[in-house]
């Protein structure tokens, strides 16, 4: 069975950082692209992050360029590593794979169940 599985959410204060971690299992990451997203309630899921399958090519929203940076390692995990976490970062954040991915939620095969990052003071 093919599973995507997130990890590392929690409460922070504004300025402070977290790390998601995404854990694949039933399937290999070696040639998928991996996504964040994230959803806020009331909002739309929107696209956060991705890296390609080499982990040549990565692609950042505007609102997170410069705090957030994408990742992916040999051990079938993807991170994000999110730092100076606003209060607008606030959302359930989501990771996706696919062969080829994009900033549409649509364009990703496979998904996580979600984990919450809540940013307040």
């Known amino acids: 069975q093919l599973q995507l599985v997130e990890s590392g959410g929690g409460l922070v204060q504004p300025g402070g950082s977290l790390r998601l971690s995404c854990a694949a299992s039933g399937f290999t990451l070696d040639y998928y692209a991996i996504g964040w997203f994230r959803q806020a309630p009331g909002k739309e899921r929107e696209f956060v992050a991705s890296?390609?399958?080499?982990?040549?090519?990565k692609d950042y929203a505007d609102s997170v360029k410069g705090r957030f940076t994408i990742s992916r390692d040999n051990t079938n995990s993807a991170y994000l590593q999110m730092n100076s976490l606003k209060p607008e970062d606030t959302a359930v954040y989501y990771c996706?794979?696919?062969?080829?991915?994009?900033?549409?939620?649509?364009?990703?095969?496979?998904w996580g169940q979600g984990t919450q990052v809540t940013v307040s003071s």
């Open positions: 890296i390609s399958w080499s982990g040549n090519s």
């Open positions: 996706a794979a696919d062969f080829k991915g994009g900033v549409y939620s649509r364009s990703w095969a496979y």
